[in-house]
Each structure stands twice: as structure tokens, then as C-alpha cells.
DNA sequence: ACGGGTTGTGAGTAAAGCAT
DNA sequence: ATGCTTTACTCACAACCCGT
């Protein structure tokens, strides 16, 4: 009904059963939709000004577009996730579906090579920073709330090498604490998941028990405790104001920036 | 089976919005 | 004012597919 993730827009040319636009809806994540959805909010806009049929367009409509968004300064991967959009969205032209068009591909190829696509990270820093400035700081029970969930989210970051889209889904019923150490299970499809298969996490314990995971850990599910009936949330991670709700994988980015930026 | 092309996904960033 | 969420956008990259 809302289409807040553009997926609704993709089919309005075919009325469906309601039953059978959520099963195409559910074929992509919202994230991907909310990016297909911006492409084709600039498709819709190209459309109209060239007055073109947003529904059918030729293929050299479509070469063009892709052109002008290269012309606007986008990077290779940019096109390449509008081509994306188009080819799930539109229907098939000359016989190809326009992501494999030839002449999509060999302009796709193109650009690739005018403007080729960097590695996300280009170096590297000392974890131990890090570390030592969390070692200074009071301990586990002296630590407000916001600090504690900085620490621990740092600590997880470290020690499970995850993305926080995995960190913040988290359940507290996935987490056993098992002789020497604390195991995590993903259950929740996950950006890297395969079908059945959840992902297991091996925390183990840390000589320095200032550092350590598994005792931090422990501390805060003992602290986050009492309000955990109100918020109901069944994740790990929970704000540190009332109600006390699910965070989003934003925040806990935005924690561990804050425990890099040693500025306290 | 591998390697290239294609598709689908989360991360990162900034800015706006919203509670407390 | 602060802490968090949402939105809009660009990007890198993992998974998938398929021809050889």
C-alpha cells in the first residue's frame, strides 16, 4: 500500500492481486528497492523531459540515459546499479533483458574502464589505539550506559570482524555462554547468508578482563535486564534512552565511530 | 572449474526529522 | 541540546549465472 521502497511503482502497469505483488516484492530487500526506487525516480524525470514512454522505451533511450548519469559525473558502480533498476523493472528489449543487452554491456564496459571503480578502504590502522584507550577507561560497572554499549559494540566489532548489519541482529536467545567462551548464532538473513545456513560466532575470552568480550558482554546483558520487558526487543542492542527500543545498524555505526574518535 | 558479466546487497555520508 | 532514526544518495563488493 505505502510505497515508501519504490517496489510498488515497478508494476503499477500490471494490476495484481495483492498477494502476488508482495511475493515480487519480497523477491528484493527494501534496501535494494529504496535504490532501484531512486534510480527510477531519475528515470521517471529523464523520461519526461525527453518525453519519452517511462513503461517502453527504445534501447537507445535507455543507452542514453545510462549516458547522461555518466555525464553527470557517476562512478561505474552507479550506472551499473541504474542498469540494474531498468533491467528489473522494464521488460526485455530485442529479445535481451536490458542489463544484457549487448549494447548495454559493451557501454557498461566502457565506463568501467574511463572510470574505474577503487577499493572501499585504502589503509589500514593500529587496533591497538583502540584498545589501549578503552583499557584506560573505569570499569565495566562504573561506565554509564552509552559508554558501555560503545565498548561492547567496539569489542564485537574487533573480535567478530562483522558488518553491523550482523551485530545488530544479535538475539539474546542466540547467545550461550559456554565454558570459556560465548557463541552467537545469526539467524536473521544476513547480507552474506545461504539459504538454512545461519552464521555462528565464537567469542572467546581475553586475558586483560578490562578488554574482554565475554565479561562486557555478560555485564551489559545484566544491565540492559531490567528494562528489556517494556522495550520487548529481542535483539542484543537496545538505545540507551527509554523506551529503550531496537537500534538501527546506523547507530551502532555511529558508537563505534564515537570509540575510534578518542576524544573523551 | 573458472572467469567474466550481471544482479542484489550493505556501508558510508550528510542532512533532515523526531523525541526526550 | 543530545541521542537516535530516517532519507537520499553514491559506492564497493558478494553472490549468482552462464558460456567455454
Redesign the pocket.
Known amino acids: 500500500n505505502n510505497d515508501?521502497d519504490g517496489s510498488q511503482t515497478f508494476w503499477q502497469g500490471h494490476p495484481l492481486p495483492e498477494a502476488v505483488l508482495e511475493l515480487l516484492k519480497a523477491?528484493?530487500?527494501?534496501?535494494?528497492w529504496?535504490?532501484?526506487g531512486?534510480v527510477l525516480?531519475?528515470w521517471g524525470m529523464y523520461c519526461s523531459e525527453k518525453n519519452i514512454d517511462v513503461q517502453s522505451p527504445t534501447i537507445s533511450n535507455v543507452l542514453s540515459f545510462l549516458t547522461n548519469l555518466y555525464e553527470?559525473?557517476?562512478?561505474?558502480?552507479?550506472v551499473?546499479?541504474a542498469?540494474?533498476a531498468l533491467?528489473?523493472v522494464l521488460g526485455p528489449l530485442e529479445g535481451h533483458?536490458?542489463?544484457?543487452?549487448?549494447l548495454?554491456?559493451r557501454l557498461?564496459?566502457g565506463i568501467s574502464h574511463k572510470r574505474p571503480?577503487?577499493?572501499?578502504?585504502q589503509f589500514t590502522w593500529d587496533v591497538n589505539v583502540l584498545l589501549n584507550f578503552l583499557d584506560k577507561w573505569p570499569v565495566n560497572d562504573l561506565l554509564d550506559l552509552?559508554k558501555l554499549?560503545i565498548k561492547l559494540v567496539a569489542l564485537l566489532a574487533l573480535t567478530t570482524g562483522q558488518?553491523?548489519?550482523?551485530i545488530s541482529l544479535i538475539r539474546l536467545v542466540n547467545v550461550k555462554f559456554v565454558m570459556n567462551c560465548v557463541q552467537i548464532a545469526i539467524t536473521d538473513?544476513?547480507?552474506?547468508s545461504?539459504?538454512g545456513k545461519s552464521l555462528m560466532l565464537d567469542l572467546p575470552k581475553f586475558s586483560n578482563p578490562q578488554l574482554c568480550v565475554v565479561l562486557c558482554l555478560e555485564h551489559y546483558i545484566e544491565r540492559t535486564f531490567s528494562f528489556r520487558k517494556e522495550s520487548n526487543s529481542e535483539f542484543l542492542l537496545v538505545?540507551?534512552?527509554?523506551?529503550h527500543?531496537?537500534?538501527?545498524?546506523?547507530?551502532i555505526?555511529?558508537?563505534?565511530?564515537e570509540a575510534m574518535n578518542s576524544e573523551y
Open positions: 515508501t523477491s528484493c530487500t527494501t534496501k535494494t529504496q535504490q532501484y531512486f525516480t531519475q553527470q559525473g557517476k562512478g561505474y558502480v552507479s551499473n546499479t542498469r540494474s533491467s528489473t533483458s536490458i542489463g544484457t543487452h549487448p548495454v554491456s557498461l564496459k571503480p577503487r577499493c572501499r578502504y552509552r554499549s558488518r553491523v548489519q550482523t538473513r544476513i547480507k552474506t545461504k539459504p538505545s540507551t534512552r527509554a523506551p527500543g531496537v537500534v538501527s545498524t546506523q547507530t555505526s555511529n558508537w563505534l565511530k
